[in-house]
């Protein structure tokens, strides 16, 4: 007897079943889907949640690797409050934030 085989998805396609099964039992995306959460206070403070690893890191500049693509953050003074496996916080007069794809 021969054993059925798996046929293995491209990775675009097991991104939209996981979509589609995260909407339908309305489980929160970024944890389901591993998407960056990002939350500002202000022009001084960011908060973010989920990503990948720091690409770049000066007081002007900070671009960071996320499942999304590279977030870019701009600004003076700019300064890594807290770096953990999971978190980041960055400080100073943020002037521009956009994701690179």
């Not at 039992?25 to 990002?38: A, C, G, Q, T």
């Not at 403070?45 to 500049?61: F, H, Q, S, V």
Request: aromatic fraction near 6%; charge should be neutral; charged fraction near 30%.
């Amino acid at each position: 007897m021969r054993k059925k085989e798996k046929k293995l998805e491209p990775p675009d396609a097991q991104q939209q079943v996981k979509k589609k099964i995260t909407n339908w039992l309305e489980f929160p995306k970024e944890v389901i889907l591993d998407l960056p959460v990002i939350s500002l206070i202000g022009q001084e403070e960011l908060y973010l949640e989920n990503y990948k690893g720091m690409i770049e890191y000066n007081d002007e500049r900070m671009r960071i690797s996320t499942s999304c693509g590279i977030l870019k953050i701009e600004g003076r003074g700019l300064h890594l409050k807290v770096m953990t496996t999971e978190n980041i916080v960055v400080t100073g007069t943020l002037l521009r934030i956009e994701y690179i794809i």
